[in-house]
C-alpha cells in the first residue's frame, strides 16, 4: 500500500464561527456561515469567478456548483475541491479532495480524499450503453445469496437502466443506484498522465479529475468505502479507485470489464474526418455492406478487403486480437471479467501472467423452466387476448416469433417495424410479439397496427419485468425465434434464455445530409461485429449441416424476399434445435454471475486474489455438470455438443 506523506493531508482549525482551510501555500478561510470563502495560494488572494484562467496563470479558483469550488496552485502542482459553504467541514460531513504528483511515477498525480466515510459495499460503475439492465440485477442477486450478503452500489448514467435498477432495488435489500454524471467531450481524456487536458486545453488532467468528482460526489463517497469496485470501460474509474484505497489505507480489488471494440475510438476519429478523405470512404463502404446482412465469415472479410481496412491493425474488427490487447492493459492485480472468446476452440482468452477471464453473457436469465414461463407468459398475452393463452404451448400450432426494438436508438426504426409488419402478412402461420421501441415509435406502430388490424401481431410495449419470461417461454416451442435491434443485453438475455438471436442490420451509415455520424458508425459496427461472432459460433458447434448459413441476421431494411425466406428458415424446427445446440452449454449466466460473486466477495473481504487462485475457483465454479447420455438421442446436435465439451472449453 502506499504510504501517502502528511503534508498532502489538508489541516482544518476552528476559530469560533471561522473556519479555517490549508494545504501547501491554499488557504481557504471561511469567515461567515453560508457565505462564500475567501482563498488565497501563497499570500496572493484570488476571487472566485466562472471561467478559466488565463493559460499562463499560476493559480485559480473556479466556481464549479453552488456547493463546489476548485482551487489549483499550479506551481506546487496541487488542486483542490472545497465546499463553497464552511459549515459542513465544521460537522465534518463534507469530504475534500486532493490531487498532486504521485512520488512514485513522475508525470502522473494521485487523488487523495479527506474526511470521508462511507459504507461498505461493491462499487459498479457503468459505461453508457444498456447492458446494465441485465449484469446489475444478475451480479446483485448472486451477491446478496452469499452466506454473509454483500451490498452493491451502481453507478448509472442512463436514466432507463437507472429507473429499471432501482426498480430491483425496491424488491430487493442491498443495492444502491447513484446517478452517472460525464460528457465524453470534457472528461474522455482523464488519465492519470499530469499532462493538459486535450478536451479543455486551460485545464490540465489533475483539475480535470476534480471537477468530474465535482459533478460526482455521491459517486465520490460510494466509492471511498469501497471494498471491491467494478469498471465498465469508465476512464475515469481509477480516480475512484484511488480515492477508496486512499480513504482505507488498504488495497481495493479493481475489476475491469471490458468489450472487443474498445469504444470503437479507431472508427469515432475516423468518423470526425472528412467525408472526402479515402479512409472513411472506406469506412462507410465497410459498415454499407454490413447493412444488407454479414451471415459468413467470408462477406466480413472481403468487405474488410475492399475498404482497405487491415483487422490486423484495427482491434474493433479483430475480436480475438483485441481481446488480447485489453488484457495486455489491465493491471495484474485486477480481474477481467470479458464478453469474449476464442469461437473456433472454445477456450478463454488467457495466457501467461495475464488476469483472471471470465466470458458472462451479459443478461438474466429466468428462474423458471421453458414449460413454466410459457404458462406464465400466456397468462399475461390472454390480458391482451384470451385467444393468446396457449401461445407458447402445445395446444397452439402457430409459431412465434418475439422481435425487441431496444431503446430506441435506430434511426430507421419505424422502417424495421414497417419490415416486420410485411413479413406478418407473408407469414399467417405465425404470431408476432412486438416489443420496446421509444414511445414516439410505440405511438406510430399502435396507429398501423389500428388501421391494418393484422390477426398474427400483438403490440407488447415494454415488459421489463417479464423480459426474461417470455425469452425462456420462447425455448418451449419447436417454431421460434428472437428478432433484436441488438445491445449486449439483448443478446446475452437471448443466450442465457437458450434462445438464438436473429439480428436485424445497423442503420446506413450516412445521415440525411449525407454526414457519417459517429455513434451510428459505432453502433453499426458493433452489430456487424456481433453478426460475425454468432455466424462463427454456428459454424464451430453446427460444422455437419448441409444448408449453411444459419440464420444470423435478417435484413429489415432490404430485399424482403430475402428477409422472408431468412425469417421462415429461423423458425425452422431442425434450424432452431441446431443454433440452440451451438449454445448449449456456453451460457449458463447463473454459474458465471455466482463465481463473480464468490471472487468479490473473496476479494472484498482478504484482499486481491493470486492469478491461479481465481483460476482454481473459477474451474470449480464453471466445471461442466455432465447430464446422462440416456437424456438425449445420441445423434442429436445437442448430445454431440456435450459429449465434446469439457472443463476447460466451457
Known amino acids: 500500500m502506499l504510504a501517502f506523506p502528511q503534508q498532502d493531508v489538508p489541516s482544518c482549525v476552528l476559530r469560533g464561527a471561522v473556519v479555517e ?63 463553497r459553504d464552511g459549515a459542513s467541514l465544521r460537522e465534518a460531513r463534507a469530504p475534500l479532495h486532493v490531487t498532486g504528483p504521485d512520488p512514485l511515477r513522475a508525470g502522473h498525480f494521485r487523488v487523495t480524499v479527506h474526511h470521508a466515510a462511507a459504507p461498505t459495499s461493491v462499487l459498479y460503475v457503468a459505461q453508457a450503453f444498456g447492458h446494465t439492465t441485465g449484469w ?37 435489500e442491498g443495492i444502491h443506484v447513484v446517478p452517472l454524471y460525464y460528457s465524453d467531450s470534457e472528461s474522455a481524456t482523464i488519465t492519470s498522465a499530469d499532462v493538459a487536458n486535450s478536451s479543455r486545453p486551460a485545464l490540465l488532467n489533475r483539475e480535470a479529475a ?28 481509477w480516480i475512484l479507485h484511488q480515492l477508496a484505497e486512499h480513504a482505507q ?35 462507410a463502404e465497410l459498415l454499407a455492406a454490413s447493412a444488407p446482412a454479414i451471415h459468413t465469415r467470408r462477406e466480413l472479410t472481403d468487405a474488410l478487403r475492399e475498404s482497405g481496412i487491415d483487422s490486423r491493425r484495427n482491434p474493433s474488427v479483430d475480436f480475438e486480437a483485441s481481446s488480447r490487447e485489453l488484457m495486455a492493459s489491465v493491471p495484474e492485480r485486477g480481474t477481467i471479467w470479458y464478453q469474449a472468446i476464442n469461437w473456433r476452440d472454445w477456450r478463454s482468452l488467457e495466457s501467461g501472467q495475464q488476469p483472471y477471464v471470465v466470458i458472462p453473457p451479459l443478461g438474466q436469465t429466468s428462474a423458471l423452466s421453458p414449460e413454466e414461463a410459457a ?24 409459431g412465434v416469433v418475439l422481435v425487441s426494438q431496444g431503446n430506441g436508438f435506430s434511426t430507421c426504426s419505424r422502417r424495421h417495424w414497417s419490415a416486420m409488419l410485411a413479413l406478418a402478412a407473408r407469414m399467417e402461420d405465425v404470431h408476432f410479439l412486438l416489443a420496446g421501441g421509444n414511445a414516439e415509435d410505440r405511438a406510430w406502430l399502435s396507429l398501423e397496427l389500428e388501421r391494418s388490424r393484422p390477426s398474427n401481431v400483438t403490440l407488447l410495449g415494454w415488459i421489463d419485468e417479464h423480459w426474461s419470461t417470455f425469452l425462456r417461454a420462447l425455448t418451449a ?37 449525407g454526414g457519417v455520424d459517429a455513434i451510428t458508425a459505432e453502433v453499426a459496427m458493433e452489430r456487424a461485429v456481433y453478426a460475425f461472432q454468432l455466424e462463427r459460433l454456428y459454424d464451430s458447434q453446427c460444422a455437419t449441416h448441409r444448408d449453411s448459413p444459419l440464420p444470423v441476421l435478417v435484413d429489415t431494411l432490404g430485399e424482403q424476399a430475402r428477409a422472408l425466406a431468412t425469417l421462415r428458415r429461423a423458425v425452422d424446427p431442425a434450424v432452431q434445435l441446431r443454433q440452440r445446440a451451438a449454445i448449449d452449454g456456453y451460457c449458463n449466466w447463473s454459474r458465471v454471475a455466482h463465481l463473480i460473486a464468490s471472487v468479490l466477495a473473496r476479494e472484498a473481504a482478504s484482499g486481491a486474489l493470486p492469478i491461479h487462485a481465481k483460476r482454481r475457483v473459477r474451474d470449480l465454479e464453471l466445471a461442466v455438470h455432465h447430464e446422462p447420455p440416456a437424456a438425449l438421442p445420441l445423434t442429436s446436435p445437442l448430445a454431440r455438443v456435450r459429449r465434446t465439451a469439457s472443463p476447460e472449453h466451457d
Open 136 to 172: 446489475v440485477p444478475a451480479v446483485h442477486g448472486a451477491l446478496s445469496r452469499l452466506p454473509a450478503p454483500m451490498p452493491f452500489t451502481a453507478a448509472i448514467r442512463r436514466q432507463e437502466d437507472a429507473a429499471y435498477a432501482r426498480k430491483k432495488a425496491e424488491r430487493s
Open 375 to 398: 404458462e406464465r407468459a400466456g397468462a399475461i398475452l390472454a390480458q391482451r387476448s384470451p385467444a393468446l393463452q396457449h401461445l407458447f404451448t402445445p395446444r397452439d400450432s402457430r
Open 477 to 513: 416451442r419447436p417454431r421460434a425465434t428472437f428478432v433484436c435491434r441488438p445491445g449486449l443485453s439483448s443478446i446475452g438475455a437471448a443466450l442465457v434464455n437458450g434462445i438464438p438471436p436473429l439480428l436485424m442490420p445497423p442503420d446506413p451509415l450516412e445521415g440525411p445530409e
Open 21 to 83: 482551510l490549508s494545504l501547501g501555500r491554499i488557504e481557504v478561510t471561511y469567515l461567515v456561515p453560508g457565505e462564500p470563502p475567501r482563498i488565497s495560494i501563497a499570500g496572493q488572494p484570488l476571487s472566485i469567478d466562472a471561467a478559466l484562467p488565463a493559460q499562463d496563470t499560476v493559480a485559480f479558483a473556479l466556481t464549479v456548483g453552488p456547493d463546489s469550488i476548485l482551487i489549483s496552485d499550479r506551481a506546487a502542482r496541487l488542486a483542490l475541491l472545497v465546499p
Open 249 to 283: 489505507q488498504r488495497e481495493v480489488p479493481l475489476h475491469a470489464v471490458r468489450y472487443a471494440f474498445e469504444e470503437f475510438e479507431w472508427l469515432r476519429q475516423l468518423a470526425r474526418q472528412a467525408r472526402s478523405t479515402k479512409v472513411t470512404a472506406g469506412v
Open 210 to 237: 476534480l471537477l468530474w468528482l465535482a459533478d460526482n460526489r455521491e459517486l465520490a463517497l460510494a466509492s471511498a468505502g469501497a471494498a471491491a469496485i467494478v469498471n465498465d470501460c469508465r476512464p475515469e474509474t
